[in-house]
């Protein structure tokens, strides 16, 4: 017989629970939901875009009445639980119906605050919360026109937008003179409220009610300053209480909320709580995400995995009014221990501040250009160091330039046909469509669904903007954040074990970790392949089943299937033979194009798979070796000829990009790696947006870390001036070999220094001269290894060559 | 009645591997689990005929190169939130020899 589950509460937090514990324990419980409503669970978050006429009941469904049936629960709409016999395990509804539990969960939301000024109990004084109120609103529209809400906080402001689009003449009440006190600091709330104004709404600030007046309805609102406005409808927005009154009636130990502990259990081992009802380490949450967050934890404990705890939230705050991007997380406010960096331009609409706290991000608040909101969010809960990049910190992630996107930066000004993510042709509309139809709330999701922003990324911040527009708050990155779906542990913890328990191989990593699916997935075992791999390689083998595909057959895979072919060259030095060769290469093989490539080299392309070890055969035989263009690792060093022709040049840079690229050709990085040498600072060879770029100076060499001309234009930053081609060697392959041991897979060098900051980089490479010399030196003994020619191994290996042609032809 | 073809020994394609059968009507992937079961689909995947034979093979999914749609061995179809179906053949391995219906 299958233990009883009585949730109570049919809104999103509680639900949400039940679905996260069917997927985890599908048959574990006879569940049973108690809704006050008369409906499925349904999207409150959504109700504003409702009230706006943007959506209707149907569109913010999220789980409908077949859904109850199609997973056997058994649902009793329309019913108020009102009592609970903790002895008996019994609920009871107001019609009399009881249901027994073996696990009971409390998720009974809160209610509006009504505040008790004379006449708040008059038909036509509402809070806004549920479809009903929703429905006075409307109806209310229809035929009357005086609205006063309030309360200027969140809902209050999303409701006055409402019923101005509705069509009502709105005033909003407020009781300091900041509209959204607790999201916002003066000079944003100001620019709130303008914009708002700018749209019809009316304000009266600083103002207290005294009391609501009328007969049989509402008629009038009085202010203590002994103001009077008429009102046919009057919302209150003054905020929220946690619904306990089930649960104090029973006895359970209730503070503002339910008080539960870190499983989300009550006082009473029977009773679980979730959602805004609940207590949890002396704070309350209204917002959507924390709530899933908790929905999670007690699933786990429901289903008796007994893992998981919920520590709590940082939250941050969007509003979803039409036209207007606001952003704020954490403490902006700030005090004697904190510091402001502030950018203001009203007349533009732009307004940022960031509080930081010993060189941490403590709080932030925006207006206008909320672009880069998530960014500032995730440094926050992730506690990053910001110091080096206070700069330009302002300026946002992407202050040289995005490409993709054509510099849009504010979701709100889009029209529905504005491309956002330039890769995969994704409207702004088809992300608010696939947000509101199928009910999605995170950045994942929306990846998952749209295709946006999962391809360069480089509009991830307007996909979440349109998110945060969309259905307000949700949750991006969780403060850990695993590899992949495949285990709990993040990149560093699997390296780390990786290193302190020997694991030499792919297995190993998986049975020491508890890895969740047994082969892994296409994204966790190449990473995985390349850790055992960095960390030991003398000890591991490659395997070859978990590369992608082009560093499985060395050479690129095209869009029809067939191969682009790069054979190196030294420093983008050749030779006529090698053209020669090259040449008749591209002949024989029927190469569809030959293409000059931006390091200097030479591209074949449209070389059939089976081709593959011939055509390297070949060049073998001209002398050339694999370009490595397709491979996690050195790809090419670019020199400009440097003083042996050039009337500028300064140093031999030509020498010192062969010596650099025979030194580092083969080596295995978490991403590809790219290296450059420019004979004078007019750096012909473009070193300042490579991974590592030399720039000869007439005294010696400056060494430049962490370029990128892809997505993110980023300059390098300077990392340290030597005197000899020597250093810059030394410090070439120690940058390289701490690049390799700590960066995690597939993060280039630009975005890894942001996370660990450059002064972490130079205290490791630059100051510490004997750690220098080590790390050089580990990685010269694992170029020992990596250091071979993969087309001429491949050739000479019958077993292997076989994989490269078809297993059998039929016909 | 299906045609059972012989393609050859289960260990010619790797473990958690592929291997191509051209055929007249196109090329058909040969997909060999870490647990030795054999599986075939047509060698594009649903989106933009990607040769999935080049993916890489997890469970029994495999992973397009091209743009990371993922593709059930067993069915063929795509891995939700994706849409898309590839065709599909049956496989059958006695004495370590692979047979593909055709």
């Avoid at chain 1, 203001?344 to 060189?359: F, I, M, Q």
């Avoid at chain 1, 889009?414 to 088809?430: A, F, H, L, Y």
């Avoid at chain 1, 100051?767 to 694992?782: A, C, H, P, T």
Wanted: aromatic fraction near 6%; hydrophobic fraction near 35%; charged fraction near 25%.
């Amino acid at each position: 017989m299958k233990e009883k589950l009585v949730l109570v509460g049919n809104g999103m937090a509680g639900v949400r629970t039940i679905e996260e514990l069917l997927k985890i324990a599908p048959d574990m419980y006879d569940i049973t939901v108690f809704g006050a409503e008369p409906y499925g669970n349904y999207n409150r978050i959504l109700l504003s875009p409702v009230l706006a006429g943007d959506k209707t009941i149907d569109d913010i469904m999220l789980n409908t009445l077949d859904w109850y049936e199609e997973n056997n629960i058994k649902l009793h709409v329309g019913k108020t639980v009102v009592d609970v016999d903790r002895k008996g395990r019994k609920v009871i509804a107001d019609d009399g119906t009881e249901e027994t539990y073996d696990r009971l969960l409390l998720a009974t939301g809160s209610n509006p605050f009504i505040i008790p000024v004379p006449g708040h109990g008059l038909p036509g004084v509402i809070g806004f919360r549920d479809i009903k109120d929703v429905d006075t609103m409307l109806g209310t529209a229809k035929t009357k026109t005086h609205a006063v809400v309030i309360g200027g906080g969140l809902l209050g402001l999303e409701a006055a937008n409402g019923l101005k689009i509705q069509g009502m003449d709105v005033t909003v009440v407020h009781l300091t003179d900041t509209l959204m006190e607790r999201q916002m600091d003066d000079v944003s709330g100001r620019m709130l409220q303008q914009s708002l104004e700018e749209k019809g709404l009316q304000f009266l600030m600083a103002t207290q009610t005294e009391a609501i007046l009328g007969d049989d309805c509402v008629k009038a609102v009085r202010f203590k300053d002994g103001l009077e406005i008429s009102a046919d409808i009057v919302v209150m927005a003054a905020g929220i209480r946690p619904n306990i009154e089930l649960a104090e009636k029973i006895g359970l130990h209730c503070e503002r909320g339910i008080v539960v502990n870190d499983t989300m259990q009550t006082f009473d081992p029977k009773i679980y709580s979730v959602g805004e009802c609940v207590q949890h380490r002396g704070e309350t949450y209204g917002l959507v995400a924390p709530l899933f967050e908790q929905g999670k934890v007690c699933a786990n404990h429901l289903a008796k995995f007994g893992i998981g705890r919920y520590e709590g939230s940082v939250t941050s705050t969007k509003l979803k009014v039409t036209g207007i991007d606001l952003f704020s997380a954490g403490d902006f406010t700030g005090d004697d221990t904190t510091e402001d960096i502030i950018m203001k331009d009203v007349a533009n609409g732009v307004y940022k501040k960031v509080v930081l706290k010993d060189n941490k991000i403590h709080g932030a608040v925006m207006y206008g250009d909320t672009v880069d909101g998530a960014w500032y969010f995730q440094m926050l809960r992730d506690g990053t160091d910001v110091s080096d990049i206070r700069d330009h910190l302002m300026f946002g992630q992407a202050h040289l330039g995005d490409a993709g996107h054509g510099g849009e930066n504010a979701a709100s000004a889009m029209s529905d046909d504005m491309e956002v993510c330039g890769c995969n042709g994704v409207c702004k509309g088809d992300i608010v469509n696939a947000i509101t139809d199928k009910g999605l709330f995170t950045l994942e999701e929306v990846k998952a669904h749209t295709k946006a922003a999962a391809s360069c990324g480089s509009c991830t911040g307007l996909v979440e903007q349109i998110l945060a527009s969309t259905v307000g708050d949700y949750s991006d990155t969780p403060k850990k954040k695993a590899m992949c779906g495949c285990t709990e542990h993040t990149h560093d913890e699997v390296r780390h074990a990786i290193k302190h328990n020997e694991l030499t191989s792919i297995p190993a990593v998986h049975e020491f970790l508890e890895w969740k699916t047994p082969d892994g997935c296409a994204s966790c075992r190449p990473a995985l392949n390349f850790y055992v791999l960095a960390a030991w390689p003398n000890e591991s083998v490659d395997d070859p089943q978990s590369r992608f595909i082009n560093e499985r057959v060395h050479a690129n895979i095209q869009k029809d299937g067939t191969y682009s072919v790069v054979p190196r060259m030294w420093g983008g030095v050749t030779t006529p033979n090698e053209l020669r060769a090259i040449a008749d290469a591209a002949e024989k093989f029927d190469a569809k194009m030959v293409k000059v490539t931006g390091g200097q080299r030479i591209d074949l392309f449209g070389i059939k798979k089976e081709d593959l070890p011939e055509i390297w055969s070949d060049l073998n035989k001209a002398g050339m070796v694999s370009g490595h263009a397709y491979g996690k690792s050195l790809r090419t060093v670019k020199t400009c000829v440097g003083e042996e022709w050039c009337r500028f040049g300064t140093q031999d840079s030509t020498g010192l990009g062969i010596k650099i690229e025979e030194m580092t050709w083969g080596s295995q990085t978490p991403h590809k790696f790219k290296i450059a040498v420019s004979g004078c600072p007019r750096n012909c060879a473009e070193a300042t947006i490579k991974d590592f770029g030399v720039v000869c100076v007439d005294s010696g060499y400056e060494l430049h870390v962490g370029g990128n001309g892809g997505i993110h234009v980023k300059a390098t930053d300077l990392l340290a001036r030597v005197a000899t081609e020597e250093e810059a060697m030394e410090y070439c392959g120690a940058f390289m070999q701490i690049y390799r041991e700590e960066a995690h897979y597939l993060e280039r060098t630009a975005p890894w220094i942001e996370r660990v900051g450059l002064s972490y980089v130079k205290e490791k490479v630059v100051e510490d001269e004997v750690g220098r010399k080590v790390l050089n030196q580990r990685f010269l003994d694992s170029q020992d290894v990596f250091k071979f020619d993969p087309w001429a191994r491949e050739v000479a290996d019958a077993e292997t060559r076989k994989v490269y042609i078809p297993i059998k032809k039929i016909g | 009645m299906s045609n059972w073809i012989e393609i050859g020994a289960v260990e010619e394609i790797p473990k958690l591997g592929s291997r191509v059968v051209e055929t007249a009507k196109g090329d058909i992937a040969v997909f060999r689990a870490a647990d030795d079961h054999v599986f075939a689909l047509r060698d594009s995947c649903p989106h933009k005929q990607g040769p999935l034979s080049q993916g890489i093979v997890h469970g029994h999914t495999v992973t397009c190169p091209l743009h990371n749609w993922k593709i059930d061995l067993a069915s063929g179809e795509a891995q939700e939130p994706d849409e898309g179906c590839t065709g599909k053949y049956e496989t059958k391995v006695e004495a370590g020899v692979v047979y593909l219906a055709l």
